[in-house]
């Protein structure tokens, strides 16, 4: 089978990092997530750690130029080779003029994108309750506002920068993980 190259994006609480996980899984290529890696810096407070974790507390996008150098530095490893889940990057247009400048350095072409759709009332019920469930200290009220916002103003652009590239897949986000995961393996078939 060729190389698998998907991206998953949606706005926060549609479901993207279990749908991108399980896809990994059932793929065998690894998720990359530009949010788990970044928690993981700031959990380990190194350099990108500390220019992340203001910006993620508050709910705003990171610097470009340091999910740009985290990502490079992921997708450019060895376990990548064979494809990857991209899970909630990019997020900005500059991010994905970024991706595509790599991909082509790796002689490679995204084949999916991939978006889930659910309405912000849902959105902002599902963040609310995660935030019981999980402890993340981005998932308070406010913070959920600014992301919401964030995602508004500067990722849902790539909707239309994707399309353009005939590369976009919509699924709606509603229903079980599994009913959504069924929808998403459908778009990828397509
Ligand atoms: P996520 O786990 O994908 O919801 O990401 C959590 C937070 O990490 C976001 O609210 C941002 O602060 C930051 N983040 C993750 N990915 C990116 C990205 N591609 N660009 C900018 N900030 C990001």
């Known amino acids: 089978m060729s190389a698998r190259r998907l991206l998953i994006f949606g706005p926060p609480g549609a479901g993207k ?26 959990a380990a407070d190194t350099e ?25 530095e992921r997708l450019e490893q060895r376990d990548a080779q064979q494809g990857f889940i991209l899970d909630g990057f990019p997020r900005t247009v500059a991010q994905a003029e970024a991706l595509d ?3 082509r350095k790796l002689n490679a072409r995204l084949e999916r994108c991939i978006t889930i759709s659910v309405g912000e009332d849902e959105l902002v019920q599902r963040l609310l309750k995660r935030a019981h469930l999980e402890r993340r200290s981005d998932d308070n009220e406010q913070a959920i506002r600014v992301r919401m ?3 508004r103003e500067k990722t849902a652009p790539l909707l ?8 976009l897949a919509e699924v709606d986000g509603r229903g079980s993980v599994e009913e959504v995961a069924q929808r998403i393996e459908e778009a990828i078939c397509a």
């Open 17 to 42: 990092g279990t749908q991108a996980r399980r896809l990994a899984d059932r793929l065998g290529v690894p998720q990359v997530s530009t949010g788990d890696m970044l928690r993981a810096s700031v």
């Open 48 to 72: 990108v750690g500390r220019r992340a974790r203001a910006h993620m507390d508050a709910g705003e996008l990171v610097p470009d130029e340091v999910v740009i150098g985290v990502t490079e």
């Open 149 to 151: 916002a964030e995602y």
């Open 160 to 167: 239309d920068y994707y399309r353009a590239r005939e590369v």
């Open 101 to 103: 400048a790599l991909l």
